[in-house]
């Protein structure tokens, strides 16, 4: 990290912490120069991606000041279902998704990021030399669990950043998603109940439904993520056999857990005997200082099995993810190998290189910044063109935004014109199992490219507004 | 195919089809040459390689006389249990391999053929030029069903083999495992009946152990595979929602089902409605002039989901292997994308440029000859070391023998005795849900280099001697 985000960063923990507050001036070239022992024209860089970031403004001939947090901006926590609930939603999933296939859209309504954000030159040069080194023989050696290497490189990132993970009780997937699935099976069987946050990803919902088990929704906080009183009445009322959480940068909302409510969740966890499935897929892409300790980070009986992956963060369609699945790491291991056996060789050799080259964290950087300039670039454009009442989020990692748009708008209906007008967008229908986000959206901002960014948002404004009867 | 080789199948043929009867001579060559239009060292190649492959032999100063076929040295086709069975073989099974693992053991247990009969290096080549022909944006294009250059590949060379397959029906998965477990998944739900071949693939076994579902099983003739009759049978007393089978060299049997035999079934199968889950991964790997057609092409109606890969065939560690559903197509691409998402797509292009360039044929000629020469010789080992009794089978394609040794041998404890002397067998307890195999042993001829081989099989002869008080 560079001298001017290092200081960008501490001066936004101020703004955070509100240390500094909204209307609050930030300090002057001269202050910062004479106090920091930096120059002006780094001082003026981290003023510059604050105001990038959407977090101060100048103000002519006064300095920058910190922008106002417009509380009413940020959707409240939506009241979750009392009940579990048998989920159907995977027909409306495939028919949403299924019409968004098309390359042609702008694709704000996409789960992924831009592939043009990733070093996918490197990475394919590195995928011949890294198969010419293996030893024919370990091709058909006992695999299941993954490459070595990469098992050590994985484990080696988290064990800096303060988690420590048994390579032992470490499988590489075939992505999170299969990571996820696992972990579902190993602790859970048909008709059991499955704790999730409110609204969660949908791919969670489709996975309790592909296995026949009973979502129970828990209250989450656009910016804190789960309501820890919420979980522990739902643990009370309910059977849980398993949550399944992503206190990271959770999709949709983009919420992140603070880490004492991440210890207090494993604890709470512990003590009721249930296992934590923790999707971690964005973690890395963290707008602040830190990335933030995944919950297994507080782990101290085994109940939490993490699961993450490289393809939202370095190389979309290698699909390698892995997951540490504590107590539970040798039955998810067994399932591994009845289901898929084990995961494709090249792929993990070719990342296994690319991590001991020390390409990954050159790569994040950049990432980081790109989409905490999208995401400002994003929230001006909702703010300039979305109807009056229009409430979203302001994440501080990934590249979802959440919008809570007026009660008036049909977030299905949204999307069938957005289309219509070359735009894909997700409607908060799928992000429930009784489908009552239903005038919300997720919005992608980190597939489209900035053009497409800049001309789509105003023409979903519009369609909005038109939606809720303003012009 | 060289002249001499197809001369040989042809003579083959005559002998399978008893037009050529133990005892008899061959065609002298002066004979050939004159019926056949073909040199001297044609013919003699001709009759070399089928003396390799144990068909026929020398008698000095005399000629080629075909082999006595000794109908008792083939194992019968086992009395299958009548009733179907809750699956508990995990536990054993995990065990076995688990022992196993050892890279310096002699693999006669493995259920990989050798990694060297495969031409990695040029696979490996091809990996970095296929991803950089990629377009980022097909990366997060929608991919759950596969790469469509690879799709169209499979389906061109099933094709011309005389099976149609539409390329919408294909989704490609991670290995043949996959697509076996997204078809059984598919087509049945917990407590369901389903029909598995005796004695089966215990990856089979433990597939529908994880899924909490019945086996039957259904009475397999070592040479011919399924018995029709048992199978009629079978669906009559049970409600079976699913046949899991592999008519092309059964794992562990090497079994080849005629084709009229695939007609019937299929047809019989259309009739009562219920779904054949074809398991072809050793398809490729006959010794005979033509490939085996999958059951698959004598599909009308849509009940055959036909699944197989490159992992036994081409490529080892690549994970890749499809699915071609039927009428359960669509079902089972919701499956895939709800479970694993998509498969990973470096080894996927690397593989639809191969096929592309016409190497497969190449390296599928050379491969089969190689493992039809060391059927030969472990077959040759086996009359030599083996105690008096044992039966073993003599399949027209695959890697795996099954012998039934006398019933005074119990397979694991031969497979420990082995062990402790360096090689791995697979115990025939692991090929039933009751174990009722206990006298029985998978040897993989395709694995061991030809020094091992040679130098294993006595071991386990005299192993199994001692075990049944010879010496």
New interface residues.
């Given amino acids: 990290m560079k001298l001017y985000q290092r200081y960008a960063e501490e001066i936004a923990d101020l703004i955070r912490t509100q240390v500094l507050r909204p209307g609050d001036r930030l300090p002057s070239v001269r202050q910062a120069r004479r106090s920091r022992q930096i120059s002006a024209s780094t001082v003026f860089e981290a003023y510059y991606l604050l105001e990038a970031r959407g977090l101060v403004q100048a103000r002519p001939r006064s300095g920058y000041y910190v922008n106002a947090i417009q509380p009413s901006s940020e959707p409240g926590t939506a009241l979750p279902a009392a009940q579990s609930a048998v989920v159907e939603i995977?027909d409306l999933v495939?028919e949403v998704?299924g019409s968004t296939?098309n390359?042609d859209l702008a694709?704000l309504g996409?789960a992924?990021p831009?592939?043009?954000l990733?070093p996918?030159?490197k990475?394919?040069?590195?995928?011949?030399p890294a198969?010419?080194r293996?030893a024919?023989?370990r091709?058909?050696?006992?695999?299941t669990i993954g490459d070595e290497q990469l098992r050590r490189q994985i484990t080696r990132r988290y064990g800096v950043e303060g988690l420590g993970i048994d390579a032992q009780e470490l499988v590489i997937t075939?992505?999170a998603?299969?990571a996820l699935?696992l972990c579902l099976?190993a602790v859970t069987a048909?008709g059991d109940v499955v704790a999730v946050e409110s609204p969660t990803f949908y791919?969670a919902l489709?996975?309790l439904?592909?296995l026949n088990l009973r979502a129970v929704e828990v209250a989450t906080h656009p910016r804190h993520g789960i309501e820890l009183d919420s979980l522990a009445e739902v643990l009370q009322r309910h059977p849980v056999k398993a949550c399944w959480f992503m206190p990271s940068f959770q999709n949709p909302l983009g919420s992140l857990m603070p880490q004492q409510n991440r210890q207090a969740l494993v604890e709470l966890l512990a003590r009721h005997q249930v296992p934590l499935i923790e999707d971690d897929v964005y973690g890395e892409l963290y707008f602040g200082l830190h990335r933030p300790l995944p919950a297994k980070a507080y782990d101290r009986q085994g109940w939490v099995m993490h699961c993450s992956s490289f393809s939202k963060s370095l190389a979309?369609?290698?699909?390698?993810g892995w997951v540490a699945a504590g107590r539970f790491a040798r039955q998810v291991q067994?399932?591994k190998?009845?289901?898929?056996?084990?995961?494709?060789?090249?792929?993990q050799l070719?990342l296994a290189d690319f991590l001991h080259s020390g390409g990954f964290d050159r790569h994040l950087r950049q990432m980081r910044q790109t989409l905490a300039e999208r995401q400002a670039l994003a929230l001006q454009l909702i703010a300039d063109h979305f109807p009056p009442g229009t409430r979203v989020t302001r994440p501080e990692g990934g590249y979802f935004l959440w919008a809570e748009l007026p009660p008036a708008v049909d977030a299905l209906r949204l999307q069938q014109l957005a289309l219509e007008q070359g735009i894909s967008v997700a409607p908060g229908h799928l992000f429930s199992a009784d489908q009552r986000f239903s005038h919300h959206l997720r919005l992608n901002y980190g597939?489209p490219d900035l053009d497409r960014l800049k001309s789509a948002m105003p023409v979903i404004g519009r369609l909005a507004s038109g939606l809720c009867g303003f012009e």
Same sequence: chains 1, 2.
């Fill in positions: 995977s495939f998704l296939r390359p694709p996409s992924f831009s592939p043009l990733f996918l030159e990475l394919a040069r590195g995928l011949t198969m010419r293996l024919p023989e091709l058909t050696e006992y695999l075939n992505g998603m299969e699935n099976q048909p791919a489709q996975a439904e592909r979309p369609g290698y699909r390698v067994r399932l190998l009845m289901s898929t056996l084990s995961t494709a060789i090249p792929p070719a597939h």
